[in-house]
């Protein structure tokens, strides 16, 4: 069995110290899970453990780390007959299935015959103080004993998401209530004007009208000092280039033409909002359909006003041909869309071993094994369902055939294979269609632009 690394020890020693009331904010792939289980040792078996953690890594990474590292606890996975087993040490359930009224009545039982630890892995999960998980995961917080959260992105959208999440590990130090948090360390401000909302309370309306005239919450460097010296000591980091010794990240961009008929659909949607195609009509209604449909086009189809595929073809696919025929070893091509992933395998599987991670896939654990094991060449997934918690070290290529706005599921996608194990250099191709909302989103998971910036450009014809 190899070593802990450092961080990992260190950790440990966090968890012990802060009574194993914590959070661990790691970057994906240096070993957060491993560190969780190290650490489960010290505890007195009578503890009984819960992890609540997405559905894609119950079994991928948790159960597998489990018998890889820490052979000896006991684990269940709930998901396997709908139902705990409290004889095991260890209980495993997904976020959505945590919100289910009976579930959270048997853990609350649970918790009284015996003590209780609550991990929750990507805590994210629960960054809106609106959600009913969190709503769910505060009340139950203070049944149990021992509490902690993992995170690589804890708050990739505003320091707003820290409140539930810490107030889960350490309740109330950021406030009881989320209005007070927001109104001490936030802002409202539009471009360069400021109104302070200290001391003060909007309602939902007054809020939304100001959102709609261009408002948002901020927070000034002096108030996110102090937000950041308030978790700090409940917070363990671990940043990946300085604890582990990994091989170099590679980006490319691969500059696509798009054919005739993309560049006309895509100039009348962007400037007309409609566009006829193949005698249907497709509408772009609003700003937000406008995006949606741009994306579409730049992937070589559309749904028309019927909810009918359209499609007329993208040179991305010949462009994955001709790569794909001149990489050595596994790859991973990242969609967004059922029809694109879809059409992308039937192409692909005439040359490769193919498996699809995607809302449809029936056989997830089946997949991501066979991909580990070499077994499927090429695996194609959408961020969703493949972008929490995997390792993928077998592999060292990604290609992003497209994306979407969202930072997190791009960083975590990339993370898949830049992680402790990875041996090669990783290579991270993007497909770009020239003089499109392609390069526009690129620049957003990038933070070389605001979603606001962004929807701005696309709206206003730039």
Known sequence: MSKLYAHQSKGINFLIDRGFCGALIWDPGTGKTRTVLESIKDLSPDIKILIVCPISIIEAAWAEDIRKWTPDLTYHNYHKGKKFDWSKRINIINYESMRVDRNVIEVMKQAKLTPMMCVCDESSKFKSPTSKITKVLLKLAPQFKFRLILSGTPTPNSELEWWSQINFVSPYILHEKFHHFKNTYFHLQRGEQVTSSRGCYLTRQELQKRFQQGWEYRISPEAKEKLLD????????????????????????????????????????????????????????????????????????????????????????????????????????????????????????????????????????????????????????????????????????????????SYEQYDQARARTHRAGQKHKCTYIHFICDDSIDQTILDVVRRKKSDQEAVIDIIGGK
Not at 303 to 317: A, L, P, T
Not at 334 to 354: F, R
Not at 380 to 387: E, G, K, T, Y
Request: charged content about 25%.
């Open 230 to 405: 308030i978790i700090s000591p409940v917070c363990s980091v671990a940043k990946k280039d300085e604890c582990l010794d990994l091989p170099p990240q590679v980006d490319q961009i691969r500059n696509i033409e798009m054919n005739p008929e993309q560049k006309r659909i895509y100039k009348e949607i962007k400037t007309l909002l409609i566009s006829e195609i193949n005698g249907e009509f497709v509408v772009a209604r609003n700003a937000l359909t406008k995006l949606m449909k741009l994306r579409e086009v730049t992937s070589g189809f559309v749904y028309d006003d019927n909810g009918e595929i359209q499609d007329f073809g993208s040179r991305k696919f010949s462009e994955l041909d001709s790569l794909l025929d001149d990489i050595n070893g596994q790859v991973i091509i990242w969609g967004n869309y059922k029809y694109e992933m879809e059409k992308i395998a039937a192409n692909v599987s005439k040359n490769y071993k193919v498996g699809l991670l995607y809302s449809k896939t029936k056989d997830r654990d089946q997949v991501i094994a066979d991909f580990i094991s070499g077994k499927i060449d090429v695996l194609i997934a959408h961020p969703l369902s493949a972008a929490h918690g995997l390792t993928f070290v077998n592999c060292s290529t990604q290609i992003f055939f497209s994306l979407s706005y």
